[in-house]
């Protein structure tokens, strides 16, 4: 018998294969990370039962029990702010860091991957829709310092993350993904660098941020359930 979490997760899968669908993309070119956040290891237990391998913390505290108590297969995704202090724990447990919003942060994810002889995979965070109480670069800035970014020889630049504004449904959310999309392509072309991965949409417009060239979606709610308040801002 199917747990209830596994069929959520073959609910949003089913989303993503048609939302690829309409676009004639790959399915296999979008990752879907669970947000586990705020939930049970038994309810992560639930979706790796059911195959699932990548996952979505934002907080190291609550992450690490989870990371020891759960299978080394599986991909976990830092998706809350980055504070210093907590760098080195986070490249030790987690593979893929998304919300890198600053050179003088990303250099320093860089010394400490160093000395741990890391090189970890991250994004960087676009403050997409120029909001004061959102982190991330502003795109001039991270023009300005694109290639100081590029010449840190640790770090795997896997593309752009932005968090759009909210709106009032989730088609508002698209100009948002297609700025990011085409913000993209620029540095692409202006720097010469590939910048492969796209990590946008959430429970509410992943369908809308596939359709826009999105690569990693950060779905909770619609796999584990509602929270019970809100978290950071609401990453996934």
């Not at 202090?85 to 030790?92: A, F, P």
């Amino acid at each position: 018998m199917m747990s209830q979490i596994e069929k959520n997760l073959s609910a949003v899968k089913q989303e993503i294969l048609a939302a690829c669908s309409r676009v004639g993309r790959d399915p296999a070119t979008v990752d879907l990370i669970a947000v586990s956040k705020t939930f049970p290891v038994a309810l992560i237990h639930d979706a790796v039962d059911a195959g699932h391998r990548h996952f979505g913390e934002s907080k190291l505290q609550e992450a690490e029990p989870k990371i020891n108590t759960l299978p080394n297969s599986i991909h976990w995704h830092f998706i809350g702010g980055v504070q210093r202090n907590k760098v080195r724990k986070l490249l030790q447990n987690f593979e893929i860091i998304h919300a890198i919003d600053s050179l003088k942060l990303a250099a320093y994810v860089d010394q400490i991957a160093t000395e741990l002889g890391l090189f970890p995979k991250i994004f960087l965070q676009v403050n997409i829709g120029r909001e004061t109480t959102k982190g991330g670069f502003l795109e001039e800035i991270l023009r300005t310092e694109m290639e100081n970014i590029l010449s840190l020889k640790r770090l795997e630049i896997l593309g752009l993350m932005c968090i759009p504004p909210a709106g009032p449904d989730p088609e508002s959310a698209r100009k948002w993904f297609a700025s990011l999309r085409e913000m993209r392509g620029a540095l692409e072309e202006e720097f010469c660098v590939k910048l492969p991965a796209l990590s946008m949409g959430m429970s509410g417009d992943f369908q809308i941020a596939i359709e826009e060239g999105s690569t990693h979606v950060r779905v909770g709610s619609a796999i584990f359930g509602k929270r019970a308040y809100r978290v950071d801002g609401e990453l996934g």
